[in-house]
């Protein structure tokens, strides 16, 4: 979950694609104990965000980052930490009722090897065609995406996995926010991006001739901390003083 996500090189000035790139090598694991990185940089730096922002109306809590499972996580032998089989034979000991229930992934449940063999091929098959209709096809396949989002439709009595769609989201309902915004950071003449390209993807992501999910979010996402944390409360007084 906590990895970079590439965006057009065209979207950045250069000095701040020099700047990213720079960050995004920093933030990968480089060699360090995947239990380090997971309970004390991803947890905190990338998972932090939903919880809080939720806080008003969800108590949450966190057994899984206890003390006593963290250090017993430093224990485990070799691949026992990342091996499913591990996790559902600990699960099928100690509640076997909860292990008659397949996952989303078609793991689990009551069933003979062709009939759990079927299940988890068609799970992660729908697991998957959700997914790419979520992002999106590679760029250079985007005049697909139409016919994946219809191909998706006939999947939806699985279940969808991804809720967030962002994608088309920016594409019907919020193409005319998209607009404003991607025209408001034209307007702003902010340093860091490159205007015309900004208009450019914005128009070609709302065709649906290319996909540029990731750098409009990138864009609206800090157009809005800019606009929020920085010009608004730079005009509120009682801010200043």
Known sequence: MFKPLPVAQQLLNPDLAKAVAACASQWSRNGENPITFAAFREIPEKRFATPAASR??????TPYLDNEIVALAYQAPGAVPTSVDFTLSLIKANNPSLSKIPTDMGGMGEANWLAATS??????????????????LPRRLSRFNSLLTKLSSAFRIAGLHKYLHYRI???????????????????QHQSFWDSRFVEQMASEHATGRKNFVREIDAVVTLEAVERLLFRDLGRDPSWQG
């Open 56 to 61: 008003s109306q969800t108590s949450f809590q």
């Open 119 to 136: 299940r988890r091929i068609f799970s992660k098959t729908v697991c998957k065609v959700d997914y790419l209709r979520n992002e999106g």
């Open 169 to 187: 989201w920016f594409q019907q309902e919020l193409a005319d926010y998209v607009d404003r915004v991607t025209k408001d950071v034209q307007l």
